[in-house]
């Protein structure tokens, strides 16, 4: 018998996790935080939905702490599986779940001190170390290999194009009556993108489970480097700094890449660019390491000798110290910080800061989920809370949809349109209510195919 079961990712865009049994054998595909509202987030604090020590192995799409950042939480609730992913992500985990520790430390001290917290003492869910020794469990699988997890499981990891290690898992099922083949999209990327290779096809699947972030609209057209282009302009001009939350991962490296271009043609000024995330830092040499992974228009660059992840002025901040420096220079400038829905990290000293002064731009540059400051601003909210206090959006804040590293429902599509034969059931997963169920929409519409939008732990029979 095999069964999948939802425990994250079926009612939202984040926390994804999914557990496949077959025969008497428990998978995991994936192991999210959730992350945004707080009916969410208290989510990761309840005790795992299934019972850790049942599960055999841990499959992670990419590295994104919405589809990662669990682990070190899980080891400590008693799994001790081996957890596989792309090389790339590999790496990328070693960067990220450490510091996911960190911060949580850092807030549960500072929430102690200003008395912020309801529980005495505020705690993290997990600490640096803990996520440190988690990463033991690791294991790096090459994309484009058939693996076998056990007798009758094997699974192949093909690049999704989201981010550097950001993986398709498509999961070989051995059965008496005839084998299932089950495939999770995990975050599915865009086509035509820099640095990244488009979302790889796929031309078979029984069971298909895939993303709809953004099932319910489509990418801005036009040329959006232009678009950027005129805010960095205007914003300049009047004398502002130009604030982009960024997802250290993939999103700070591609706007690098791009202010490049912008810079070498002539259509903004070459200003000072601060890279204020020590991750965002690290996640750029890491991507470095991996050139099998990038387009065929960045190899034609670096093979030319052109460095096209550095601006001209570019300046690395690695340190609290100068981070916070930053907030004393008035001159127009352009910073990049995490995070990229403004839910911690350095960016929040930034926008204390930055946010009552109309000269400045905040630019937003990815999803910004329900629940989360990032949304509240581009909702127009007037104040945001920030550690506790009320701070007045007087800057100008702006979005650009160009750079999401999610496919909109053309590009879904347009991947779905590479199977051969529907599915015998697609879910639809990590999405709000409208999206997903607009995207589902259009599959039945278009495709013909049986669409399912699956609730929290709700346990499907695959057969």
């Known amino acids: 018998m095999t069964t999948l079961q939802f425990l994250g990712a079926a009612d939202c865009v984040t926390g994804s996790r999914f557990c496949l049994r077959h025969n008497g054998e428990e998978f995991l595909i994936d192991c999210g935080l959730f992350q945004g509202r707080k009916e969410l987030r208290l989510r990761n604090w309840s005790s795992f939905p299934v019972q850790t020590g049942n599960i055999q192995h841990l499959v992670l799409t990419h590295a994104h702490l919405d589809h990662s950042g669990y682990l070190p939480k899980l080891v400590r609730e008693g799994f001790r599986g081996n957890v596989y992913a792309s090389p ?4 990328l985990c070693g960067l990220l779940l450490p ?3 960190h911060i949580q430390e850092d807030d549960a001290r500072y929430a102690n001190k200003k008395g912020f917290s309801k529980h005495k003492p505020a705690l993290p869910l997990y600490t640096e170390q803990q996520a440190i020794e988690s990463l033991s469990l690791l294991k790096a699988v090459p994309y484009g290999r058939s693996f076998d997890l056990s007798d009758e499981v094997s699974i192949t990891l093909k690049p999704s194009g989201h981010i550097l290690g950001a993986s398709l898992v498509s999961m070989q099922l051995r059965q008496d009556s005839r084998p299932l083949q089950v495939l999770f999209s995990g975050d599915l990327g865009r086509f035509g993108q820099p640095i990244t290779h488009d979302p790889a096809p796929v ?4 069971y298909l489970l895939v993303e709809s972030t953004y099932g319910d609209r489509l990418h801005e057209e036009g040329d959006s480097r232009q678009e950027l282009a005129a805010v960095i302009t205007k914003t300049a001009a009047r004398g502002g700094m130009v604030l982009i939350p960024s997802f250290a991962v993939g ?4 706007l690098m890449y791009i202010l490049r271009e912008l810079e070498d043609s002539g259509d903004i000024p070459k200003l000072p660019v601060y890279v204020d995330s020590p991750m965002a830092i690290n996640a750029t040499r890491l991507l470095m390491k991996y050139p099998e992974e990038h387009d065929l228009e960045m190899t034609a660059m670096e093979s030319s000798g052109i460095d096209s992840l550095n601006c001209h002025e570019v300046h690395f901040v690695r340190s609290a110290e100068h981070s916070k420096e930053l907030n004393e220079q008035r001159f127009p400038m352009i910073v990049i910080a995490s995070s990229g829905m403004a839910t911690g990290g350095r960016v929040l000293h930034h926008l204390i800061r930055r946010l ?5 731009t905040i630019l937003f540059v990815g999803y910004q989920a329900e629940g989360t400051r990032g949304r509240a601003m581009l909702d127009g ?3 945001i809370k920030i550690h506790g206090r009320y701070v007045t959006v007087r800057a100008e804040v702006k979005s650009l949809g160009y750079f999401s590293a999610h496919a909109d429902y053309s590009e879904m599509l347009r991947w779905l349109r590479n199977l051969r034969q529907a599915p015998r059931a697609t879910f ?5 209510s409208a999206p997903r169920e607009a995207l589902a929409r259009r599959i039945r519409e278009e495709l013909g195919w049986r669409v399912i939008l699956p609730g929290h732990l709700e346990e499907c029979t695959l057969t």
């Open 428 to 432: 639809l997963v990590h999405g709000e």
């Open 356 to 360: 009552p002064d109309s000269r400045n």
């Open 381 to 383: 909210a007037e104040q």
């Open 203 to 206: 031309q078979a699947a029984d």
């Open 99 to 101: 510091d996911s520790g």
């Open 251 to 254: 999103r700070a490296q591609e």
């Open 88 to 91: 790339a992500t590999v790496d």
